[in-house]
């Protein structure tokens, strides 16, 4: 089974960056799209960015398209996430997730991590 594990997570002021990993263990990472999904207070998890399995195709959502890039290394079996110009509003818990299918979808996902804190706060 694969396992996923977030890190990178923290504390950052408005305009600020911050790179979050995703280390994954258990089966071989090539095989699965990777997405970061996020969660703020009292809204819906929402999808943020997806790789696919080889790492040439990427997609966004609109509100962190330009800010975020994501890439992935299978050799390292770690998939990143590099944010910059974070704004409040990109507060949330981050996660993770591996599925057969690529897209901003979480129902497509099978594995998940547990989640890293980002808040962006002055």
């Known amino acids: 089974q694969l396992q996923l594990v977030e890190s990178g997570g923290g504390l950052v002021q408005p305009g600020g960056s911050l790179r979050l990993s995703c280390a994954a263990s258990g089966l071989t990472l090539g095989f699965y799209a990777i997405g970061w999904f996020r969660q703020a207070p009292g809204k819906e998890r929402e999808g943020v960015s997806c790789?696919?399995?080889?790492?040439?195709?990427?997609v966004y959502a609109d509100s962190v398209k330009g800010r975020f890039t994501i890439s992935r290394d299978n050799a390292k079996k770690t998939v990143y996430l590099q944010m910059n110009s974070l704004k409040p509003e990109d507060t949330g818990v981050y996660y993770c997730a591996a599925g057969t299918t690529y897209g901003l979808h979480d129902a497509a996902m099978n594995y998940w991590g547990k989640g890293t804190l980002v808040t962006v706060s002055s």
């Open positions: 790789i696919s399995p080889s790492g040439g195709s990427t």
